[in-house]
């Protein structure tokens, strides 16, 4: 017997996607073996690791406690969507970059997402905030200490952009 | 860790989503998904439906009247902490959501969800119950309101029939002069409780909620003890159980450390 | 004029891919509705017989392509899965079966294997095999293990797979005579290397040229290539295996083959389709690997300034159902457990244990954590019976600058004579005392316990021998374009490695470091290599890549010099470029250098033109000299005598709360020494991390097992891994670099010191706050709790 399955409309990264899908399907595994973006991990797949954050409509969710049928209707970011249109790495990736906040970099896309909302909540966080901000995602390489200070980079960049107007 | 098959309707009414229910004795309630779907995932749960109810419309307010707060039951946890006027009617809310899970995991599960899940280990029951709240039930007959203390009927087993759907939880007004401290210690920052403890002093009674103690949300009534005595008196009527993070007797003594902690919060000269 | 690269931190190349989600892990490969998926049935119980498995309930399931049991295995899939490391001393060696045959000896044994059209069908099949089994009781935990009343394997007497001893003399004698002798018994509990991303393998066979295709998630792409052409019945040549993006390793994924990593090319080849096996996190707790389990007996004999005339140190070492890596893991902690000093007199005895829990290979450290926290907790011992400052008694033992190389008298665990090759111990013990205020402490204390508070300051030392052989490769080879394209055949999991051999490629050859560009762990590049463990990819890879980068630039010049009419002493390769030192007008770049080095027939394109037939070379030489190849490419490799031994020292001061017992890191410090760094900015991000697991195997991870052999905590939930709110908020670093005499580059190996003296810090420092024996790690805050009323009671 097979499974039935449903008409799933997916918006990511602001693309619009029509899938056909089993309702069990978990966001995650839609969004990596269905649309292809595998830059969304999967660490744990029970909400804790944080390496499979993405954004909906903004706001971080682990996508391995959705189901992809839920996320209809939502406007969803990966990390293949943080970059600006013509390839340029967004703050919070560049500052990654500057401080060495990844090495093996499985956990990456998931801090990646989680700061960039955090940011936009609050641009300019204490260290005790920036520590906050990442204290939901596991990461097993790199001891936080570097990502603690991409997050304070990132706010540091981000205030240079406003300071510019741009 | 994937879960087992199941059929899936969203409803765009409450009386669609009640009969969904109705049609399938194995039918369960999706809301946030944050405690559901990893028992799905690790098929500790097999659910024949899922009712999401996340299309049902006007349930994500957060309503703030003199008499309390009425949280819906889309409102996510996230939303509840931000509310700066819910905080300000029953300050208890913010100081337990706090510590509810992380902030990604607050901004898709429900507090609502979370009340009826009847998690013994989770904040927001506890916080329910000792403020006396209650629960606003859908059902095929009609709603109903539930009390906080009638909801917990035993390990993660709440009153809700199965084809009842919780609409709202409301959260008492804090007196006047009446006041709440919350205090808790997990082994990690962001983890279920080891043991969690919440105060409420009001009016010259004492009476503190206990998360992680027993095997349902507890509140002990302290009225009159001495502080000093304070925590022996609740142990007294507590079960604390061990397990893997610890012992019965370490429990007992955070339930110690935390009533002081707490009552002493909410009773010390502002 | 390019400045060396080596010893600055420049910015990881590999960041950019990663950043954009562009990473190619396993499970990102072959992302195809065509893939066929894998799941497995693993065994509910620790021990059982294996009485009558159904499958029958499976087949008619949709979606399904295979499902095997172990009767469905031949040939020489049908063995044992290989002990890769025999030794003679471990005498009753025992590995499990690809699909277990007829009894299962840890919960979470492979037993069946389906392959279906995605991984949610997988599963629905596995939950569809029926299995009847005879349970037996298990063997759980050391005590167990060490009563024997129940045996693991039937033919395994008392459990035991190995006993080993080594000494150095008459340790009896010596501790007879010794003025004062102390005894302790320690104990360490399991872990797991707990790499964000499990295992995964996927395959693929081509039938166009009889050729398979594996991509695997491990630590040794060669080793897995040779074991599955050996059960496949393949020719080497007839296997690629391709090492992808790796999530982090620490350990588990050097052993191999794991079942997967067989069952996945066999279904590939059989169904002639490409098939993938993504493990979860489940699975990954119940049938990857764990580490650390260790029960310690350390008798020691010392003079009255603390100096060791005697150690000895008997030690069970809890091994697991199977030994695949056969002893060395206990061997390290054996051999590594004398650290930075010289006892007279050293006796070590241990017996590797068979329980019914998941196996034991190699997690960061590979036994040094242990060995480390014997060494450490009976220096700690020795200051506290003599009233001793700790610093001052570990001074007194150390191994001095002019003593190297020095030679402890022990065989190591690559089969050679332990001998340290450099260090500087009393330097590094000052630079920690500095770095975390040791002589400041007892005003600090006075000044926290004045408000209450109560902190505690512990200290560690280690030495770790890294850099193990066998060998490395290297292939370097500048194509005409001047880009350069290296490859070593060590495999990475998030080391840099793509940065740090490109620093070394660009120092060397004279190139431009944007133009280098490095692949590791992949076969078809370089089929010559051996694997990343024990700290050995700077030392073993970088040297080999620095040799083979000096062959490539050695051809350079000789061409260059004929092209330019110059002497080949007088030219230099700055930025690419060839030229005649002092007449910078008279220059050829790397890539036309390149054209020339190949004679053609056939020109393609502009470039080649220059370097066909009618074109280029002596009419009177043949084209290639008779020495020479075609192509301007270097290949090298490093083999050396010995391990080379980094060290280092890590400084700690906790808090305990009087109340609750939780513990908090106010202050880490750590002092290390790795020879000539690389990429400093590289070491210090294995530092940290190192430092994180570290706190994480000292306060909070540990594997619970119950009695029935069930693990209770198989999931994030419940085995803790700190988060960053866990782990200290800043770590002091400073470095030594006492270079290694045994490789041209002077490196030693840094990615397992973060974690070697964790568990001894912690259990010194929480000592030092409490007045109360530590014996026993990790310690939780309900631990503590429990520790405090027994001692209450002792002293009451
Ligand atoms: C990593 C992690 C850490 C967490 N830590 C904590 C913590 O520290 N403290 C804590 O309290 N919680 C914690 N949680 C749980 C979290 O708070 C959940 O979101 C919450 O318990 C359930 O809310 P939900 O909306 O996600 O419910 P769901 O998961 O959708 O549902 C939970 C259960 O309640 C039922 N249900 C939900 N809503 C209704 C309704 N309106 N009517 C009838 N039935 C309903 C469902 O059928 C299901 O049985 C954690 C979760 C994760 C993944
Ligand atoms: S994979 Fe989603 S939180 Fe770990
Ligand atoms: S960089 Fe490897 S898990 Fe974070």
Same mark, same amino acid.
Not at chain 1, 90 to 95: E, G, L, R, T, Y
Not at chain 3, 670 to 679: F, Y
């Given at each position: 017997m ?8 997916l918006s990511?990264?602001?693309v619009?996607? @029509? ?9 995650s ?5 269905d649309?292809?973006?595998?830059g ?14 993405v954004?909906? @409509?903004g706001?971080?969710v682990r996508a ?19 970059a600006d249109?013509d390839?340029t790495l ?6 990654f ?5 990844l090495?093996?970099?499985f ?6 997402t ?6 936009r909540e ?5 260290h005790?905030?920036a520590r906050d ?5 596991l990461?097993?390489c790199t001891?936080?200490?570097n990502i603690?200070k991409?997050v304070?980079r990132a706010?540091?960049l981000?205030s240079?952009e406003?300071a510019?107007?741009? | 860790m994937?879960?087992a098959p ?5 409803p765009?009414?409450?009386a669609?989503a009640?009969?969904?229910?109705s049609?399938d004795?194995?039918?369960k309630?999706l809301a946030?998904g944050?405690s559901l779907v990893?028992?799905l995932?690790m098929?500790?749960a097999a659910?024949s *439906?899922?009712?999401d109810?996340?299309g ?7 309503e703030?009247t003199?008499?309390g707060?009425?949280?819906g ?6 939303d509840?902490?931000?509310h700066?006027?819910a905080a $300000?009617?029953?300050?208890?809310l $913010?100081?337990?959501l706090s ?5 990604t995991?607050r901004n $898709?599960g429900? *507090?609502?969800g979370?009340i009826?899940?009847?998690d013994a280990?989770a904040?927001?029951?506890v916080v329910?119950t000792?403020l006396?709240?209650?629960v ?7 709603? $109903?309101t ?6 917990y009927?035993?390990p ?14 409301f959260f008492p007004?804090?007196?006047p002069?009446?006041?709440v401290?919350f ?6 920052h962001g ?6 403890a919440?105060?409420?002093?009001e009016g010259g009674?004492?009476r503190v ?9 507890v509140?002990v ?5 001495p ?9 007294a ?8 993070h610890?012992?019965?007797?370490y ?13 002493r919060e909410?009773t010390?000269d502002? | 004029?390019?400045t060396k690269?080596?010893?600055t931190?420049v910015?990881r190349v590999?960041?950019q891919?990663f950043?954009?989600g562009?990473g190619?892990?396993?499970d ?5 509705a065509?893939t066929l998926?894998c ?5 509910p119980?620790?021990?059982a017989?294996? =009485?009558?498995i159904?499958v029958?309930?499976v ?5 399904v392509h295979?499902?095997?049991?172990y ?10 899965l !290989?002990?890769?490391i025999?030794?003679?001393a471990?005498?009753?060696g025992?590995?499990?079966y ?8 840890? #919960?979470g044994?492979?037993?069946?294997f389906?392959v279906?059209d995605?991984?949610? =069908?997988?599963e629905?099949?596995v939950?569809r095999i029926?299995?009847?089994y005879?349970v037996?009781p298990?063997?759980v &935990?050391i005590?167990a293990a ?5 045996l693991?394997?039937?033919d395994v007497?008392g459990?035991v797979?190995?006993?080993m001893?080594q000494?150095?003399?008459d ?5 007879a005579?010794?003025?004062h002798?102390?005894t ?9 290397c707990m790499?964000?991303e499990?295992?995964?393998t996927?395959a693929?066979?081509?039938p166009d ?16 290539r040779?074991?599955?052409?050996v059960k496949l ?5 007839? =296997?690629?295996v391709?090492? !992808? ?9 050097i052993n191999?083959p ?6 996945v090319?066999?279904?590939?080849r059989t169904?002639?389709r490409?098939v993938?096996f993504t493990?979860?996190r489940?699975?990954h707790?119940i049938s ?6 260790q029960?310690?007996?350390i008798?020691?004999?010392?003079d009255d300034d603390?100096r060791l005339l005697?150690?000895d140190v008997m030690?069970?070492h809890?091994h697991?159902?199977?030994?695949p890596?056969?002893l ?6 054996s051999t590594?457990?004398?650290g930075p000093y010289?006892p007279?007199v ?12 998941v ?7 590979a036994g040094r954590?242990?060995g480390?926290?014997a #060494?450490e907790r009976?220096m700690d011992?020795?200051a ?8 001052e008694?570990r001074?007194?033992?150390f191994?001095?600058p002019?003593e190297f190389p ?6 190591f665990?690559d089969?050679r004579e ?10 590094s013990?000052e630079?920690i005392k500095?770095?975390?205020g ?9 000044? #926290? ?8 300051i512990?200290l ?10 066998p060998y490395?490769?290297?292939h370097v080879?500048v194509e005409?374009s001047g880009?350069?394209?290296?490859? /070593?055949?060590?495999?990475?999991q998030?080391?840099?490695?793509a940065?740090?051999f490109?620093?070394l490629v660009a120092?060397e050859l ?8 490095v692949v590791t762990g992949d076969?078809?590049r370089m089929p010559y ?5 024990a700290?050995?990819a ?13 062959k490539?630039k050695q ?6 010099a004929e ?7 007088d030219?230099?390769i700055?930025?690419g470029?060839?030229?005649v030192?002092?007449?910078?007008g008279?220059a050829?770049?790397l890539?036309?250098?390149a054209?020339l ?11 080649s033109?220059?370097a066909?037939?009618f /074109? ?8 290639v000299?008779e ?19 980094a060290?280092g020292?890590?400084a700690?001061i906790v ?5 609750t017992a939780?513990? /908090?890191v106010?202050?880490?410090a ?10 400093p ?5 294995q ?14 991870e540990r ?5 029935s052999?069930?693990?209770l ?7 803790l891994?700190?988060?960053v709110?866990?782990?200290?908020d800043g770590i ?6 006492t ?5 041209p580059? &002077?490196?030693?190996?840094?990615g ?7 568990a ?10 409490e007045?109360?024996p530590i014996?026993a #790690? ?10 405090r009323?027994a ?6």
């Open positions: 097979s499974e039935a399955l449903l008409d799933v409309r990511v990264n602001g619009v996607h @029509d899938l056909r899908l089993p309702a069990r399907r978990l966001l595994d839609a969004l990596r073996h649309l292809g973006l595998t969304t991990h999967v660490g744990c797949e029970h909400g804790v690791c944080g390496a499979c954050t954004l909906a @409509d706001r971080a391995c406690l959705m189901f992809a049928v839920s996320a209809v209707g939502l406007e969803l970011t990966t990390v293949e969507g943080l249109g390839g967004s703050n919070v990736q560049q500052a970059v500057e401080c060495h906040g090495q093996c970099g956990c990456t896309p998931g801090f990646l989680t700061i960039t909302a955090g940011l609050n641009p300019h966080p204490t005790e905030e901000m990442i204290a939901g995602n990461c097993r001891g936080y200490q603690v991409a304070e706010a540091e981000g240079h406003r510019e107007g741009s | 994937k879960p199941f059929d899936y309707v969203r765009g009414s409450l669609d009640l009969a969904a229910l049609d004795p194995g039918a309630v946030g944050q990893p028992l995932s098929r500790l659910p *439906t899922l009712v109810i996340n049902l419309p006007g349930l994500d307010g957060v703030v003199d008499d707060v009425r949280v039951a889309l409102a996510r946890h996230a509840v902490l931000a700066d006027e $300000r009617v029953q300050p208890l $913010r100081l337990a510590h509810v899970a992380h902030p995991i $898709r429900t *507090t609502v979370s009826v899940h009847a280990a904040e927001m029951p329910l000792l006396g709240g209650s606003e039930v859908a059902g095929p007959s009609g709603t $109903r539930v009390p906080a203390d009638e909801l009927v035993g993660l087993e709440s009153s809700l029939a199965h084809d009842e759907i919780a609409t709202s939880a007004a804090l007196a002069g009446a006041r401290a205090a808790e210690i997990a082994r990690r983890d279920y409780a080891l043991v969690g919440a105060a409420l002093v009674t004492v909620g206990y998360v992680s103690v027993n095997d349902v949300p509140v009534d302290l009225t009159g003890v502080v000093e005595q304070m925590a022996d008196a609740a142990l009527q507590l079960e604390p159980a061990g397990d893997i610890a012992t019965a007797d429990r007992a003594q955070l339930v110690r450390v935390l009533t002081e902690r707490v009552v909410a010390a502002e | 004029m390019t690269l080596m010893g931190g910015q590999e960041d891919r950043l954009r562009l190619r892990y396993a990102d490969v072959a992302v195809d065509s998926h799941a497995v049935l693993r065994s119980h620790a021990h017989r294996i =009485v009558d159904d029958a309930d087949l008619d399931v949709d979606g295979a499902v095997w049991t009767d469905d295995l031949t040939g020489p899939m049908a063995d044992p !290989p002990l890769l025999p030794h003679p471990l005498t009753h025992r590995t499990q690809a699909l277990a045959k007829d009894e299962v000896n840890y #919960m044994e492979a037993i069946a389906v279906a995605d991984r949610y =069908v997988a629905d099949a939950g029926k299995v009847t005879d037996l298990p063997v &935990g005590a060490r009563a024997a009343d129940r693991v394997h039937d007497p459990n797979g190995a006993r001893e000494n150095t003399g340790v009896e004698a010596a501790l005579a010794a003025p002798r102390l302790l018994d320690l104990d360490v509990e399991r872990s797991a790499p964000l499990g295992r995964g996927v693929r066979w081509d040229i009889d050729r398979l295709q594996v991509w695997t998630s491990t630590q040794t792409s060669t080793g897995v040779a074991v599955v052409a019945g393949l020719d080497l040549r007839q =296997v690629d391709i090492t !992808p993006d790796v999530g982090g390793g620490f350990g588990v994924k191999h794991w079942p997967e990593e067989l069952l090319p066999l279904a590939a169904l002639g490409t993938k493990e979860d489940r699975e707790f990857s690997a764990h580490e650390r389990g029960v310690q007996h008798e020691v004999g010392f603390g005697a150690l030690f069970w809890d697991g159902a199977y030994t890596y056969g060395i893991v206990p061997i390290i902690t590594q457990l004398l010289k007279d050293y006796r070590v005895v241990f017996e590797s244990l068979y329980t019914n829990t196996m034991v290979t190699p997690y960061r450290g954590p242990q480390c926290y #060494m009976t011992a020795i506290a019976e003599l009233g001793k400052d700790r610093t008694v001074a007194t033992n191994i001095q002019d020095f030679e402890q008298g022990l065989v665990q089969g332990l001998t340290y090759d450099s260090g500087d111990y009393p330097a013990l630079k500095a770095l975390i040791w002589d400041d402490f007892p005003a600090y204390r006075a000044e #926290m316990a004045a408000q209450g508070r109560r902190v505690g512990g560690a030392c280690y030495v770790e021998g890294t850099g193990v052989g490395e490769g290297a080879h005409t880009k350069v394209k290296v490859a /070593t055949g060590l495999t990475t998030g080391q840099g490695h940065t740090v490109a620093q120092d004279g190139c431009r470091f944007e133009d280098v560009e076969t078809r290599a051996v694997g990343t463990f700290s050995r700077a030392v073993m890879s970088g040297s080999a890549i620095h040799l083979a980068a000096r490539a051809k350079a010049l000789t061409i260059a092209a330019l009419e110059a002497s080949p002493d030219l230099q700055v930025d470029v060839v030229s030192k002092g007449s910078p008279s050829i770049d890539g036309t250098v054209v080095s190949n004679p053609l027939r056939y020109a393609f394109d502009e470039a033109k220059a066909t037939q /074109t280029v070379g002596d009419a009177s030489k043949p084209p000299a020495d020479e190849e075609p192509g301007l490419e270097g290949t090298d490799f490093y083999s050396p005598e010995r391990s080379t031994f060290s020292m890590h700690v808090e305990t709360d009087p109340l939780e513990i /908090t106010l202050k880490y750590v002092v290390h020494d790795c020879g000539k760094l690389i990429n900015t590289i070491v210090e991000g530092i940290h991390g190192g430092v994180a697991q570290g706190v994480g195997g000292a306060l909070y594997m619970v097992y119950d009695e052999g069930q693990l905590n198989a999931s994030f939930m419940d085995f891994m700190p988060y709110t866990e782990v200290p002091d670093i400073d470095h030594l670099e270079p290694s005499p045994l490789n580059l &002077g490196i030693k190996g840094a397992e010191a973060g974690v070697i003296p964790s001894a810090v912690f259990a010194s420092a929480i000592e030092d706050a007045g109360l014996t #790690m990790p310690i939780s805050p309900s631990d503590l709790f429990h520790l009323l001692h209450a009671e002792e002293t009451s």
